[in-house]
């Protein structure tokens, strides 16, 4: 049976600060285990991945191994516009072509092509054969998108950016990317969130803009850092009858009442989005001051099976 796993390209979105990092890389880790050779790409100068696993960050466009069958890429979209018009411009030298205004206008006036030419380096990251006959080969690109409005200005720059160009390199280039990010065994699509309103409704929007953008559907919804449901109705009613007993009994009931209550919010949450018809999966709450590779591996378990 194939899973996400067996795509050439899978897409990780959803609202900032709901884990999109953390859950890209364990989704690498666990195609690793599998045999697979992938990499992570992230879109930015945040570099946060290699942290995880205690390597220095390389500079943007430079592929690191990070462990076996785990590599990362950073793409600066201002860097890789210049890369790109340099290709396209018969390697005219970089310190020229930033510097003149030709570039400044075409940066700033063309809808949508940092957005393509970050795409295009995710796309080349997939190919059998890579640009400049070098290059690792991969088996597993994942794509740790920006947050879910810029993740969205992305994945829609071949059409934007295809009603300008229409014809040669530039135009062959935007319809594979646009092919690969329509091809369903080719490229998948996850969600990330976390168990709060705003986040759900992000996931939700992803869910309708994707459909209404690609024809696409996403492959899962990943509910990032929830609380397990420890306590039932009647281990409260216990624990309320025992804070009469002094101080520390009346804390630990307030506390586990806390707990229950926002655990019992966030799967309600869960069972929302599930009643939209989704696969909807939930990553457990790490219970740790800093997340770490062990943390990660940790996250990487619990999706087995799942995705």
């Known amino acids: 049976m194939t899973t996400v796993l067996d795509k050439k390209l899978l ?3 959803g609202k900032g600060g709901a884990g999109k990092t953390t859950i890209a890389t364990a989704v690498a880790l666990l195609a690793a285990r599998a045999g697979k050779n992938v990499i992570v ?4 100068a945040s570099g946060r991945i290699p942290a ?3 390597v220095p960050a390389r500079e943007p466009g430079v592929e ?6 785990v590599s990362s890429i950073t793409i600066d979209p201002d860097k890789a516009l210049l890369e790109w018009l340099q290709e396209l411009g018969g390697r005219v030298p970089g310190r020229v072509l930033a510097s003149s205004g030709t570039f400044q206008y075409f940066a700033a006036a063309a809808p949508g092509v940092k957005e393509l030419v970050s795409m295009i380096k995710v796309w080349e990251l997939t190919r059998a054969r890579r640009w400049r006959g070098h290059g690792a080969h991969y088996d597993l690109v994942v794509l740790d998108a920006p947050a879910t409005g810029h993740a969205l200005a ?3 720059s071949p059409r934007t950016f295809g009603a300008i160009a229409r014809v040669g390199a530039v135009a ?3 319809r594979h990317v646009e092919q690969l990010l329509a091809d369903d065994e080719r490229s998948g699509y996850i969600a990330v969130a976390t168990a709060t309103e705003l986040a759900i409704e992000e996931a939700l929007e992803l ?7 690609l024809a696409r559907e996403l492959d899962a919804v990943l509910v990032n850092a929830v609380i397990p449901q420890r306590f039932s109705a009647s281990d409260l009613q216990t624990l309320e009858r025992a804070a009469s007993d002094g101080e520390l009994a009346a804390a630990a009931f307030e506390a586990s009442s806390a707990v229950h209550e926002r655990a019992r919010a966030q799967h309600s949450l869960v069972a929302r989005l599930r009643r939209r018809g ?3 999966h939930t990553v457990p709450f790490q219970f740790v001051r800093e997340l770490d590779r062990a943390g990660v591996e940790r996250i990487a378990t619990s999706l087995a099976r799942k995705i």
């Open 41 to 44: 790409v992230e879109v930015g």
């Open 52 to 54: 995880l696993f205690g």
């Open 154 to 156: 992305m994945l829609s």
């Open 11 to 13: 897409v990780v979105a």
């Open 172 to 174: 062959a280039q935007t």
């Open 64 to 69: 690191s191994e990070l462990a076996e069958g």
């Open 207 to 213: 869910e309708q803009r994707l459909a209404d953008t």
């Open 278 to 280: 989704l696969q909807v």
